[in-house]
C-alpha cells in the first residue's frame, strides 16, 4: 500500500467517523491505535496513564473527527490531539525518566546486560535521550513521517525538525558508547 | 555544493523510512553510489531505523478492552457511537435553535431589543421613584393637606367627629383593613400643628404625613 494511499484511507475512515459511522471509527482505531499507544507511552513513561490518555484521545477523534480538514495525514492529526493531551497529563507530574540510569551513566557503569536483546538497548538509551530529540528520532523511523508532518505535531519549523534529526542521531550513537555498546554491535 | 550536500543528507531519514517518491528514491539511490560520506550517514542511521522496526513488530495488536473503555468514555459525554435514532428530534432541535440563533438577522434584533431596554433604563433613571408605604394610599393626595391616622380602638365616633372638627381636618379615605385613616385639612391649616394635636390626643394610636 502506498503513503497515498495509507493518507486516503485515515481521510475516509476519519471522514465517515465525522458522520458517526461506528464501523469506520473502530477500522480507524485498529490502525492507528499501535503508534498512538507507542507514542504515549514513550511521552508519559507510564503505561497505565498512557491508557488513560488514548482513551481520551480517541474519545476526542470520534466527537472532533468533523474538524479533521484532511491537510496533513489521519495519524498526524491523531497524534496531535494524543500530544496535547499527554501535556495535559504530564502538567503537574515529574518526567519518570530513570534517574538511576542517569547516575550509572554519569559513573561510568553499564546497565547493559549481555542477555539485553536490541530492543533493550534502544529502550535504555533512548530514555537517556533528551525530549525533543527521542520525539524526532520516532516520529520519523517508528512513525514513518515527513518533516512537515512531524514539524506539524511538534510545532517547530520544517527546519529545525531536519537539525535536530541529526543532532539527535548523534547524541543517541554517542549514549550507545557510554552504555558500552559499539554502534556496529547494535 | 555544498547546499546539494545538504540537500541529499537531509533525505536520509526519508529515504529510510519510505517517504521519498520513486523518483528521489531513484535519485538519491544514484548519489549515494557515488557518495562513501553519505552511505556511511545511511548506515548509522540505518541502525536506528532497524531498532525501531523492532519495536514496530512487538506492537500489541488493537486492544478490545481499551476500545470498550473508548465507548463508555463517549456514552458518558452523550455521544455513543452507536446511532441512537430517539435522540435525532433533540439533535435537530438543538441545530435548529443552533441556527437560529446563529443567524446575523436574529443577531442585529437580539442587539436591537437590548438597546431599547438599556435606552429605557437610562431615561428612566433621571425620574423621581415612587415608593410604596403601608401609610401610602392608592389615591393622589396633596402631602401637605393630608395626613394619615389610626384611631384607639377606644375611640368613639362623637370623640373623634370633635376633634377632627377642632383641628380642620375631614376623612378623606378609610378605613384600611389595619385601620387607616387619611385625613384632608383645610387650605390654611398647619399641617404640623394638626399632626402634633392628633398625636397627643388620647384618641389617635399613629399620626404621620402623606408620602
Known sequence: ?186 | MMSERRKWRARIPLYLNGSLGDEQRHAFEKILEENPQLRREVEEFAKIHDLYADFQQQMPPPSERVFRRVEAAIRTQGQAPVAKPAAQPFRRLGKTLTGLFAAPRLSWALVAVQLVIIVVLVAGRGQTPVFRTLTSTPQAVHPAAAVQVVFQAHAAEAQIRKMLLAIGASIADGPTAEGLYTLRLADKTDIEQALQRLRQSPLVRFAGRVY
Open chain 1, 1 to 186: 500500500m502506498t503513503e497515498e494511499t495509507v493518507r486516503e484511507r485515515e481521510k475516509r475512515l476519519l471522514e465517515a467517523t465525522a458522520r458517526k459511522d461506528r464501523a469506520a471509527f473502530r477500522q480507524f482505531y485498529d490502525i492507528t491505535y499501535g503508534q498512538v499507544r507507542f507514542f504515549l507511552i514513550r511521552k508519559l513513561h507510564d503505561e497505565n496513564l498512557a491508557e488513560d490518555v488514548l482513551v481520551e484521545t480517541y474519545s476526542a477523534v470520534w466527537l472532533k473527527a468533523g474538524t479533521f480538514r484532511g491537510k496533513s495525514r489521519g495519524l498526524t492529526w491523531v497524534m496531535g490531539i494524543a500530544c496535547n493531551l499527554a501535556h495535559k497529563a504530564l502538567r503537574g507530574r515529574r518526567n519518570h525518566r530513570s534517574l538511576e540510569d542517569l547516575a550509572q551513566l554519569a559513573n561510568g557503569k553499564h546497565p547493559v546486560d549481555e542477555d539485553f536483546s536490541r530492543k533493550q538497548v534502544l529502550a535504555k538509551a533512548l530514555d537517556v535521550l533528551s525530549d525533543k530529540h527521542r520525539q524526532v528520532l520516532e516520529l520519523v523511523f517508528f512513525h514513518g513521517m515527513t518533516y512537515p508532518e512531524a514539524a506539524e505535531l511538534l510545532k517547530v519549523p520544517v527546519n529545525t525538525v531536519k537539525s535536530r534529526i541529526f543532532y539527535a542521531k548523534k547524541s543517541l550513537l554517542k549514549i550507545f558508547e557510554q552504555m558500552g555498546v559499539h554502534a556496529d554491535d547494535v
